[in-house]
């Protein structure tokens, strides 16, 4: 069990006093159900006015406590008690004194909480702790160090530490209300979901499929991700209707002109009557200005004329090399861009300035009755329960690491240096794409991730170019279990350093 300060973001730390404590109480809980989410069997969570500390698996808690909304960061830390000046003194050159060994450094102190109590200045530590490791050293660098020690002081208690995590900032999940997301599986639907989330949104999914099965499972491989990743501290659920019957109805009956003003109606009238019975505050789009010829204003003000429910677009002035680079920042980029797409209702000169009384004549030879069933017959999948091997090739997949494989890691950096496979390899999903034809034909590659949907998909892209590669089945949860029971000595060879690394 390793120490981690956790620290508030910034607009949790703004709101009045009954507030904030609500806040910081619903991000302990979401702290709490993100540990467990990674496989943590045990962790401990304490909840202080300006600093959460978690008692916790290391592996399991730089895997998901980075993706915490209302966290602004967190550091592996070390505690140690204190009477005097002294004492701080002597644990920093106790922990940090070979670090510095050969290197540049700088000491960095904070006091919090009653600094009435601490009868020290934080610059009293600097220049003590930094006299008694200089002459290790090769100098001092308070600019740029190559080995940066920070101290935290409060009363009794002195926390040190070498590295911040950055985490997502935003407010704590489940702090402002419920709302319906309607969603697709490409970029710009999973990114306005994360945006929604990270304000605090608790959101269930509307997929109205166009595309059969294959693209449903491509929905759910993203909206799992995003539940399974970014959505710590409640369970959300995604709603499937089929509207290719409605299409069909629409290509044969409706104005081609009009077809993609009326299909976007339909799905905001299938969104406005599940939003009503799931009781949700606000709809929630991925459309962006002028991105498609629905999407000029005066089409979407007669699109959205259809629902009395507020419309948030979190993306509305982005575009879409924006949208794409946060897809990759979030994880959901490799997942959607194999979502297939649907194109069946593109017409030679669509209205981009759509009139809302033709729109409503068209729309008045369609059968409401049609439109009905579709709703009734409609799907509801729990993405927390939802077995994300169900949606994956099961001969990509394998619960043991092949004698003379090479193991490729694809989580963040910060992930990879927290825990790794010993020997694997740390390599960008991207990179991974970009460097394909440089995989040796005659090895074996075994790939893993967080929850096994990214290593799966990569794994499938090498296969297809005839490579020998497989996932591990279960992500890091299946992989940390594989490794304990394989062999405790080897399962602590990968364990964390915080210092000197």
């Known amino acids: 069990m390793d120490l981690f300060l956790l620290r508030y973001s910034g607009e949790v730390t703004t709101k009045g006093k009954g507030t904030r404590l609500q806040f910081q109480r619903r991000l302990a809980r ?7 989410a990674a496989g943590s069997e045990a962790h401990q969570v304490d909840r202080e006015w300006s600093r959460i500390f978690v008692e916790a698996e290391a592996a399991s808690a730089l895997d998901a406590l980075p993706r915490v909304f209302g966290l602004q960061s967190l550091s592996p830390v070390v505690r140690r008690p204190w009477k005097t000046l002294d004492d701080v003194v002597d644990a920093g050159e106790e922990l940090f004194g070979e670090a510095v060994q050969d290197h540049v450094f700088a000491v960095r102190t904070r006091r919090t909480g ?3 109590w601490i ?18 050293s090769a100098g001092v660098d308070l600019t740029n160090p190559e080995v940066p020690i920070r101290i935290e002081i409060r009363e009794g208690e002195a926390f040190f530490f070498q590295r911040s995590i950055a985490a997502p900032g935003g407010l704590p999940l489940g702090t402002e209300g419920r709302a319906l997301a309607l969603v697709s599986g490409g970029f710009d ?3 306005a979901a994360w945006s929604l989330l990270k304000r605090g949104v608790k959101l269930d999914y509307l997929f109205c499929n166009l595309g059969g099965q294959a693209h449903l499972e491509g929905v759910l491989r993203v909206m799992k991700l995003i539940s399974e990743r970014w959505s710590y501290g409640y369970r959300p659920r995604l709603y499937s209707v089929d509207l290719q019957p409605v299409v069909q109805e ?8 009009y077809w993609q003003v009326l299909l976007k109606r339909r799905m905001f009238q299938v969104a406005d009557r599940l939003a009503r019975r799931l009781r949700v505050e606000a709809l929630v789009t991925g459309e962006a200005v002028g991105q498609v010829s629905s999407q000029t204003l005066r089409n979407l003000r007669v699109i959205e004329e259809c629902t009395d429910f507020v419309v948030l677009r979190p993306l509305v002035g982005l575009n879409k090399e924006e949208i794409i680079d946060q897809a990759r920042r979030i994880g959901t980029y490799e997942l959607s861009a194999v979502v297939p797409e649907y194109c069946a209702l593109a017409a030679k000169r669509p209205a981009t300035h759509a009139r809302l009384d033709e729109v409503l004549t068209e729309e008045a030879k369609l059968s409401p009755e049609l439109l009905e069933k579709a709703i009734g017959d409609g799907e509801t999948i729990h993405l927390a329960t939802l077995d994300a091997a169900e949606l994956i090739d099961p001969e990509l997949a394998t619960d043991s690491i092949p004698e003379g494989s090479r193991v490729i890691d694809l989580r963040s950096e910060a992930a990879y240096r927290g825990w790794h496979y010993p020997g694997a390899r740390h390599l960008d999903y991207f990179d991974a794409q970009r460097s394909i034809d440089r995989f040796d034909s005659d090895q074996t590659y075994v790939f893993y991730c967080e929850v096994g949907l990214k290593s799966a998909h990569a794994a499938e892209v090498l296969r297809a170019r005839g490579k020998k590669a497989m996932h591990f089945a279960g992500g890091l949860r299946a992989l940390l279990r594989y490794t304990h029971e394989r062999d405790a000595a080897l399962a602590a060879l990968a364990s964390p350093v915080w210092f000197g690394d």
């Open 189 to 191: 639907s999973g990114v």
């Open 114 to 116: 009653n600094k009435t």
């Open 119 to 136: 009868p020290f200045r934080s610059s009293d530590v600097d220049q003590a702790l930094g006299g008694r490791l200089f002459e290790r």
């Open 250 to 257: 629409m290509q044969s009956l409706a104005e081609p002109r």
């Open 30 to 36: 979401n702290v709490a159900a993100a540990l467990e």
